[in-house]
């Protein structure tokens, strides 16, 4: 990139990355530069991506999005984590939940004693009963979180599942209102620069030539900048995450509309179930090596509780990155800079995390390698992380009921994941994190959800006497169970802060 000030950002894409990108640079740098978005409603948007992180209300309060007003034009509801249901084991059920278990005393988690006291023979009840997130929502309830952190009804976050379709048209209005400008239209060329590389300007259909200082690739799979016009390498991580493809089929809601999304396992990878206000999303994300689309469509037709309301629709994709996120004045945000399965709802995070990189390190017209360089470095973090995270999922079963599972039990794995999984099984110790998505009490929830049980503890979980600590774990469950009863069902609150709003 050359050394030059940004005056005029063009984006291209108006799916989800592209309005959230818009969005935020008008709103966190106003005056900044001009922003133009280009997008082609015949091609349209993907169009799912319903189930998010509690990380996306750090953004929308950003933006100074009203949460109930967000939630009522989204149809939104409640999410306090996810369900997995038959990854360890068939008939096994855990929540990865959004919060803390128990309370640690000190410096030592929670879970530490709860070793243990299972080390010492103790009956204790499963970890997810000292989750105020995994109890509320086993109950089917939700109030908003204490802040007071003395509370146990502080040790809970939560985040959203709402429709995708309008969730963009809503962030469009807000860029929109903010100055920023929509082009329609399909971009067919890119022009670069013969001597550095960077891109100049977009062609339309129509002719319309677009020019730009930087330009955010947000088109989505196709990856029509970073990938098309500058040729960035895909890094493939198929061998490790074969799911390829989703069939997805919303339908009525049948039964409760639970605040948390299930993620249940497949003969060839596993379901989405995503309750919104109005329906209930679903889609069955699979590999496409162990079962075909036919079987697949029929499955989640079969699967669905409700009625459905459209036909099922298939998407293709594969897990890996771009092996560089920003590369010359060209920076990719969502599906354009790469795609992980959402097992754990974390593409609108990635988007959020390359957008909040972005601003930060917005170029200023000097350094712009060394800013690039750590825009890569962060991005590529955030995703390794996340590959292992969901590589833990299907390693850590002891399914053999398919070809499928057989394959994702035996693979090799990252010797980044390995070792984290050491770790854990020897010492109950998780990797510690400074930055990015995914702390303790996430990897916990899976490794002790699937059935990997630490073997020692922090030796300070000595110091308190076994009868204490009993004592003090059957007070806490009693606690929590006593908490989580005081809050509303999910429904009920949902009716009375932020009740979807109807079609004009
Ligand atoms: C099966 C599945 C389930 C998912 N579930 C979740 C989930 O639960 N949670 C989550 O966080 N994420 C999920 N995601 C990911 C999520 O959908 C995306 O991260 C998010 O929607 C952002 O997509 P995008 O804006 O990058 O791309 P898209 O929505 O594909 O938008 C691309 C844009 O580029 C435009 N475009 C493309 N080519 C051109 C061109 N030539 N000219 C002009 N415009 C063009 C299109 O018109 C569109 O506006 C899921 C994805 C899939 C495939």
């Known amino acids: 990139m050359t050394d030059h000030q940004v005056r005029k950002v063009v984006i291209v894409g108006g799916g989800t990355s592209g309005w959230m990108t818009a969005a935020a640079l008008a709103k966190l740098l106003p005056g900044r530069a001009r922003i133009h978005l280009v997008e082609s409603e015949a091609i349209g948007i993907v169009g799912v991506g319903e189930a998010t992180l509690p990380h996306i209300r750090a953004f929308n309060e950003r933006l100074g999005i009203a949460e109930a007003d967000f939630m009522s034009w989204t149809r939104a509801t409640f999410k306090l984590g996810i369900e997995f249901r038959d990854w360890g084991r068939i008939g096994d059920s855990y929540v990865h939940p959004f919060g803390t278990f128990g309370r640690g005393l000190g410096d030592v988690d929670f879970h530490h004693y709860w070793t243990r006291l299972a080390s010492a023979g103790v009956a204790v009840p499963p970890l997810e009963q000292f989750s105020m997130a995994c109890t509320m929502a086993r109950e089917n309830r939700f109030a908003l979180p204490s802040t007071d952190p003395r509370e146990l009804a502080s040790t809970f976050g939560y985040a959203y599942q709402f429709d995708a379709l309008l969730f963009a048209p809503y962030l469009r209005a807000i860029a929109e209102g903010l100055g920023a400008r929509r082009t329609e239209g399909r971009v067919v060329a890119v022009d670069r620069d013969g001597d550095s590389g960077d891109i100049r300007a977009i062609t339309l259909e129509g002719g319309e030539r677009i020019e730009g200082d930087l330009f955010v690739d947000c088109s989505g799979f196709r990856s029509l900048l970073l990938g098309e016009a500058l040729g960035e390498p895909f890094e493939d991580w198929s061998r490790w995450l074969p799911a390829d493809r989703a069939v997805a089929m919303p339908c009525r809601t049948g039964t409760a509309v639970t605040p948390y999304t299930s993620a249940i396992g497949m003969p060839a990878g596993w379901r989405w179930r995503i309750p919104l206000q109005h329906r209930t999303g679903n889609g069955y994300v699979y590999a496409s090596a162990f079962v075909s689309d036919d079987e697949a469509a029929a499955a989640i037709r079969a699967a669905a509780e409700g009625e459905p309301i459209a036909e099922p629709r298939l998407l293709r994709f594969r897990a890996g990155r771009r092996a560089r996120s920003w590369v010359n004045n060209c920076v990719a945000v969502g599906l354009a800079s790469g795609f992980l399965e959402p097992l754990e709802s974390t593409s609108i995070y990635l988007v959020q995390a390359a957008i909040t990189a972005l601003v930060e390190l917005f170029p ?74 995914f702390l303790d009490a996430s990897w916990i929830a899976v490794y002790t959800g699937q059935g990997i049980m630490p073997e020692g503890y922090d030796p300070r979980a000595d110091l308190p006497s076994l009868d204490s600590l009993a004592r003090g774990t059957e007070t806490l469950r009693a606690d929590i169970l006593r908490s989580a009863a005081q809050a509303p069902d999910h429904l009920a609150f949902i009716n009375g802060y932020c009740p979807m709003r109807q079609a004009a």
């Open 364 to 437: 200023d017209g000097s350094d712009a390698r060394s800013d690039r360089d750590e825009f890569n470095r962060l991005i590529d973090m955030e995703y390794d992380r996340i590959r292992d995270f969901l590589i833990l999922h299907y390693h850590a079963t002891t399914r053999s009921d398919t070809p499928f599972w057989d394959y994702v039990r035996t693979m090799p794995i990252p010797d980044t994941l390995a070792d984290k999984i050491d770790l854990f099984r020897r010492r109950g110790r998780v990797v510690k994190y400074r930055e990015g998505v």
